[in-house]
């Protein structure tokens, strides 16, 4: 119960703080969010839209708020561009595609792109597992920027708080809580609690435009739906872990598509582990299909529960 409720604080200190700590203008902007969308779509399963069902509700409520979502997300992603140093800044500054030279190193350091960079599981994996994922921090800002930064270039409402808005305000949140916390200082717990609240929420939200991305790019990506649950960011591991390589695996498929690159089979993706590259599934259909999880089960028949 006092985890709940730090919880539900945390949200509510979170959501308050970054609407008044931005221009005076954005203080209205949570008073424009309407439930009607959420309501209508609890009573009613006639009315479809891109992307999986069990995203469809979060879908509609960013559908029939777009405009407070889209400043929200703008001012967030200004907000904590602003704390960052220059230098570093200008580092990250986005850039067009193809600016990246082709070897594994400019590609691992390259600042974000858009149309974003393919960045593969290989890749992924060969830059995070030695650097004890510190790597990944990077990755994680760079998808969040690049989308960002494209759906601005193509005129869209914009859904997400980008690299800036997505990765800092966990980053700042345990820098500045967890020291409180090991020194039992009020608020330290509260602080890295919302961090985390605040970098889940942006990992599901990833997970919802990437399944909307492959919607549009699915005859390309030979899909035959949205391949992502995004509430499996919640889920204990391995399950959190499943589903978030497979949204590495299929954001550098849409981008890799979208530049025209030629394909280029990801090994670990494609052979040693085949949930991560195929088609959508349940949590039944991975616990009992053992075809899926690695290359020595391929040829293992499915059992029942």
Not at 85 to 109: C, F, H, M, W
Not at 150 to 172: A, D, R
Not at 278 to 297: A, C, D, G, I, M
């Amino acid at each position: 119960m006092r985890l709940f409720v730090q919880i539900i604080t945390a949200l509510q200190a979170l959501i308050v703080c970054q609407a008044f700590i931005l221009p005076s203008h954005r203080s209205q902007v949570f008073s424009k969010f309407s439930l009607h969308a959420v309501k209508e779509q609890e009573t009613s399963t006639s009315t479809t839209k891109k992307g999986s069902k069990d995203g469809q509700i979060l879908d509609t409520f960013i559908q029939d708020n777009a405009d407070a979502i889209d400043e929200f997300c703008r001012g967030t992603n200004g907000f904590w561009k602003d704390l960052i140093i220059e230098p570093v800044r200008n580092y990250v500054e986005i850039q067009p595609a193809g600016t990246a030279k082709k070897d594994i190193i400019s590609k691992l350091t390259a600042p974000p792109e858009v149309p974003g960079i393919p960045r593969p599981v290989w890749l992924t994996v060969l830059g995070s597992v030695p650097t004890v994922l510190g790597w990944y921090g990077y990755y994680k800002f760079s998808v969040e920027e690049e989308l960002y930064q494209y759906e601005i270039q193509q005129g869209q409402k914009v859904t997400g708080c980008g690299g800036y808005g997505t990765l800092f305000p966990f980053v700042f949140g345990v820098i500045i809580g967890f020291p409180m916390q090991l020194l039992h200082i009020p608020g330290g717990e509260l602080i890295i609690n919302s961090a985390a609240i605040w970098i889940l929420l942006g990992q599901v939200n990833l997970y919802r435009r990437v399944n909307e991305l492959c919607e549009e790019a699915k005859e390309e990506l030979s899909l035959e739906e949205a391949p992502l649950h995004g509430w499996w960011a919640v889920l204990p591991p391995p399950l959190d872990v499943v589903v978030g390589l497979r949204q590495v695996h299929f954001l550098s498929e849409y981008w890799r598509v979208k530049r025209g690159d030629p394909y280029d089979k990801d090994i670990i993706a494609e052979e040693l582990f085949p949930f991560i590259s195929s088609q959508r599934f349940t949590l039944k259909e991975f616990v009992t299909q053992p075809s899926r999880w690695f290359w020595f089960t391929k040829d293992t028949k499915d059992f029942k529960l």
